[in-house]
């Protein structure tokens, strides 16, 4: 039965207290604009889009277990709305907070190509593969209306450098045009995120997200035109779908998918109060258990930041999930393989760019 106090259309259930409050700020009025959200109310608020101007755009991965050397994110906070979003802690360094805030609190960096092509332009720079987005997605739905991802993926392709792509929208089919360029000099890798078969299960965890069938159809599309597709299993999570694994994969190798991969949910900082209220109020009857198996996969705790564990967790419910995937892996990806993405280009362009001057 749905509780008369859940928040359609939203994961987070409430706002959640700002670790950093005593240290928040109010952003003024010349630093950003703020312009109303397009599309459908949550419980009576909108989603507002702050224009922001960084410095810089291109962000050095110092983890080194996420398997990005650099990240490119051309929007902070969040639509989509995934109540187990790692990157919702990420929204507390703005002055915001990690539940509703994260969603309904978008950061846009408009200058955000301008600054790419000035790193292209920079003789320091050399070609390595810029991950769109480590934090948040490049295609959440305000993308449909800016078009900022796009624009990035032309500049990637005029000046020939590799970019990995991480979303969990249909809405990367608008850019087929572009990515199929990039696809026939080897610059380009998409990981699609699904994280379940059943859309019932879409809906409660990724609330604002393209649907089941339209994130399939996508790695279809995608192989189909030639763009090498990953797909992640991101996260798993104990007892709501961690019995997916097998057929999951089956399903996007089917539909052409190169490789699989997966890590298994991690509740740190605020995220632990995010998703506990949220799984009490939409599975009451098991949240206790979720939670509790959670925590048996890192030590007794819902936070993990221990490298080379935090992702893929331990104990035996992990090592479940470690097992599964090796199998689903030989049953039905066996024969696939991925090959480095092409730095070669970018520096002969350069090259060849610097010797008109």
Not at 198 to 225: G, Y
Request: glycine letters at 6%; one cysteine or more; aromatic letters at 8%.
């Amino acid at each position: 039965m749905e509780r008369k106090d859940f928040i359609k259309g939203r994961g987070a259930q409430q706002q959640v207290t700002n670790r950093f409050s005593l240290h928040s700020y109010e952003m003024r009025d010349d630093f950003l604009n703020y312009c109303a959200a397009e599309g459908e109310e949550a419980s009576d608020s909108k989603t507002s889009f702050l224009n922001t101007f960084p410095k810089t755009i291109v962000n050095k991965v110092s983890s080194p277990d996420v398997g990005m050397e650099y990240s490119l994110n051309p929007y902070q906070g969040c639509e989509h709305g995934c109540v187990y979003c790692y990157a919702r802690n990420s929204h507390e360094y703005w002055g915001y907070g990690a539940g509703l805030d994260f969603e309904q609190k978008i950061l846009v960096k408009r200058n955000a190509v301008e600054l790419l092509e000035k790193k292209f332009r920079s003789k320091s720079w050399k070609a390595t593969p810029i991950v769109l987005s480590g934090n948040t997605d490049c295609y959440q739905p305000i993308e449909r209306k800016l078009e900022i991802t796009r624009e990035l993926l032309q500049l990637f392709l005029k000046y020939r450098h590799p970019v990995g792509i991480i979303t969990k929208n249909a809405l990367i089919q608008r850019d087929l045009d572009v990515l199929k360029e990039l696809a026939k000099e080897n610059l380009v890798r998409v990981s699609l995120s699904i994280t379940s078969l059943d859309e019932k299960t879409r809906q409660l965890l990724e609330p604002r997200t393209a649907s089941i069938k339209k994130r399939l159809q996508t790695v279809e599309k995608l192989h189909e035109n030639g763009i090498p597709v990953n797909v992640m299993m991101a996260p798993i999570i104990p007892s709501i779908n961690s019995h997916e694994i097998l057929p999951l994969v089956k399903a996007v190798a089917e539909r052409g998918a190169c490789s699989v991969g997966y890590t298994v949910v991690r509740l740190n900082g605020a995220i632990g109060e995010v998703f506990s209220t949220w799984i009490r109020k939409t599975m009451p009857d098991k949240a206790e258990k979720v939670l509790h198996q959670i925590a048996e996969c890192h030590n007794g705790s819902l936070n993990d930041s221990r490298f080379g564990t935090r992702m893929i967790g331990e104990g035996n419910i992990a090592h479940q999930v470690s097992q599964q995937f090796k199998i689903a892996r030989k049953k039905y990806l066996s024969v696939r393989e991925r090959s480095a993405l092409n730095c070669s280009l970018y520096e002969q362009y350069k090259d060849g760019q610097m010797k008109l001057f």
